[in-house]
């Protein structure tokens, strides 16, 4: 086991080695779309793994050539309408995966194996605080290799109608989510804040998703949102008030629990970034187009790494080769 080291380069600090979970930890829920019960278990993955889910059936995985291995990265990913799936909405798939990659990407894991009997991560409670839960049973594990990031160099954008989303160079890792609702309950609201484990923890992890009641209903009526509930969502009734009992857990939870949706969409890269990310009324197809993007001019973006010039001296960040479990060719 490598000791943790965490050192700063020109004004934020960087963990220049990767990490993967100690110990197995296990978790289970409902799948918030299907409303059946599902169970996902951690496991510790070596260096340069990536974080790739295992689709299992009867405990075993359910491909044995592999076809139901899904690798966490963009180029993946097969529908972004009512979550982020990875797989084939009409085959082998596991969606709503976007609260769990928040959780790596927030709380810095590099690499682990994900099996899940079902195919859809539990909704849990809405928020991402039971994954944060669950990784701090089974410990956070410094590994002997250097992480590598995604630096961005220069702006890149995408937009559709009054939508747009964009990366932005920035001496950090920096989101900037601006959402805008015709509902009073939400109205024009935002988060930003630069990331690191802490800030996740304390202003982003505990927003839950959300919708409104009427939307619920139609997606009842159509066989989707059957485990949602008032225990795992946020929901806004058709007189536009949070009919929740105990209101809001942040005064703008909606913007937050969004950039949480964001910081799991962009957990696809294979990679963490440096780099600012900013949307005015995203969502995870806004997300995922902008990853795309980014990754396909290799003009915009290097792949860093940390290193020391002597002990206790700012770290310089060299550009090294890619990563092979990364999608740097979309």
């Known amino acids: 086991m490598k000791r943790t080291q965490a050192v700063r380069a020109t004004g934020f600090v960087l963990h220049d080695h990767q990490t993967t979970v100690k110990t197995r930890a296990t978790l289970t829920g409902i799948g918030v779309h299907s409303g059946n019960p599902v169970t996902v278990h951690f496991l510790p993955a070596d260096a340069d793994t990536g974080i790739v889910f295992h689709l299992l059936k009867d405990g075993h995985l359910s491909n044995e050539e592999g ?9 993946e990913v097969g529908a972004t309408d009512l979550c982020t799936m990875l797989g084939d ?8 995966i976007e609260h769990l990659m928040a959780t790596v990407f ?11 009997d079902g195919s859809e ?60 609702f015709e509902s009073p309950a939400i109205g024009r609201q935002q988060f930003a804040s630069d990331i690191n484990p802490d800030i996740f923890r304390r202003d982003i992890a505990r927003a839950r ?19 949602s509930s008032l225990e795992n969502s946020l929901v806004i009734g058709h007189d536009n008030r949070v009919i929740n009992v105990g209101g809001l857990r942040y005064p ?11 910081m799991g969409d962009l957990a696809l890269a294979g990679a963490r970034f440096i780099g600012c990310f900013r949307s005015y009324r995203g969502g995870h197809r806004m997300n995922a187009s902008a990853l795309r993007r980014l990754l396909s001019d290799h003009t915009a973006f290097e792949i860093v790494e ?19 479990y990364a999608p740097w060719v979309i």
């Open 252 to 262: 703008n939870e909606f913007a937050r629990h969004k950039t949480l949706d964001a």
């Open 121 to 180: 991560v539990p909704i849990l409670d809405g928020s991402a605080m039971a994954f944060i839960d669950a990784f701090d049973l089974a410990g956070i594990e410094t590994l002997a290799v250097k992480r590598r990031y995604i630096r961005v160099l220069k702006p890149v954008r995408v937009e559709a109608g009054a939508s747009w989303a964009e990366f932005r160079p920035y001496d950090g890792t920096r989101f900037e989510v601006e959402i805008d």
């Open 306 to 324: 940390t290193r020391r010039r002597e002990r206790g001296r700012v770290a310089e960040m060299i550009a090294v080769s890619r990563p092979v």
């Open 106 to 116: 927030g709380l810095g894991i590099d690499n682990l194996i994900i099996e899940i």
């Open 209 to 227: 998703t959300f919708g409104f009641m009427k939307d619920v209903e139609r997606l009842w009526a159509a066989g989707y949102a059957l485990g």
């Open 89 to 96: 909405p009409a085959g082998a798939h596991i969606g709503t």
């Open 67 to 75: 076809g139901h291995e899904f690798r966490a990265l963009v180029s």
